[in-house]
């Protein structure tokens, strides 16, 4: 190898390093999508790549990673490693079968819907038989001997429940994902690397 093939070489290493962090964000991104309940796009472009600098060459430190976003690691780390959340306020609003959901199976509106629900005079927030949340009325009919009837469900509907915690188990791989993705691209990667770094020197 010549001088100049030699001064090539941190530049050819980063770049593979780079390359690879980018594809395994790819992956991540893709095998997302399969594992968890149509997680959104904000979720999804949590993952990010950054690439490796050539300056950490002679340093012995050349490095790339693949890594989460703080605000979506927040969440998602209950998705790779399961365990328990605890809310950061007094509970977790947890939406039921009663409610509109969006496409991506979160409380339609976001934050600000729990109060234009509770903005309905058909709705209020308590506790019922230890059940904390949204509740729903019934329809009231036509009053009858002094008393009001009620149309279809004759009980209250719970819209969203206030949970002190819930339970995750593992669903997303994100560090098995990453470790099988480098294993598959990096070779690849670096020796396209060092080609591209290699042509000008010939």
Same mark, same amino acid.
């Given at each position: 190898?010549?001088?100049?093939?030699?001064?090539?070489?941190?530049?050819?290493?980063?770049?593979?390093?780079?390359?690879?962090?980018?594809? +395994?964000?790819?992956?991540?991104?893709?095998?997302? +999508?399969?594992?968890?309940?149509?997680?959104?796009?904000?979720?999804?472009?949590? +993952?990010?790549?950054?690439?490796?600098?050539?300056?950490?060459?002679?340093?012995?430190?050349?490095?790339?990673?693949?890594?989460?976003?703080?605000?979506?690691?927040?969440?998602?780390?209950?998705?790779?490693?399961?365990?328990?959340?605890?809310?950061?306020?007094?509970?977790?609003?947890?939406?039921?079968?009663?409610?509109?959901?969006?496409?991506?199976?979160?409380?339609?509106?976001?934050?600000?819907?729990?109060?234009?629900?509770?903005?309905?005079?058909?709705?209020?927030?308590?506790?019922?038989?230890? +059940?904390?949340?949204?509740?729903?009325?019934?329809?009231?009919?036509?009053?009858?001997?002094?008393?009001?009837?009620?149309?279809?469900?004759?009980?209250?509907?719970?819209?969203?429940?206030?949970?002190?915690?819930?339970?995750?188990?593992?669903?997303?791989?994100?560090?098995?994902?990453?470790?099988?993705?480098?294993?598959?691209?990096?070779?690849?990667?670096?020796?396209?690397?060092?080609?591209?770094?290699?042509?000008?020197?010939?």
């Amino acid at each position: 190898m010549s001088v100049l093939q030699r001064k090539q070489m941190p530049f050819a290493a980063a770049l593979g390093l780079s390359m690879t962090a980018k594809k +395994v964000a790819k992956v991540e991104q893709r095998m997302m +999508v399969k594992q968890l309940d149509r997680p959104t796009p904000f979720t999804v472009k949590g +993952v990010r790549w950054q690439g490796a600098n050539k300056a950490d060459f002679k340093l012995g430190r050349l490095h790339s990673r693949v890594y989460l976003m703080p605000k979506q690691a927040e969440y998602l780390r209950f998705q790779i490693a399961g365990g328990t959340r605890t809310p950061k306020g007094t509970a977790i609003a947890v939406p039921t079968s009663n409610v509109k959901l969006n496409r991506y199976g979160n409380l339609a509106g976001g934050q600000g819907r729990i109060k234009r629900l509770l903005a309905k005079k058909n709705t209020f927030q308590g506790t019922i038989n230890g +059940v904390a949340g949204v509740w729903q009325r019934p329809k009231r009919g036509k009053r009858s001997r002094g008393g009001s009837g009620t149309i279809g469900q004759s009980g209250l509907k719970l819209l969203v429940a206030y949970e002190s915690s819930t339970q995750y188990q593992p669903r997303f791989d994100f560090y098995g994902i990453g470790e099988r993705s480098v294993r598959t691209n990096v070779a690849k990667e670096m020796d396209k690397a060092i080609g591209r770094a290699l042509r000008p020197a010939k």
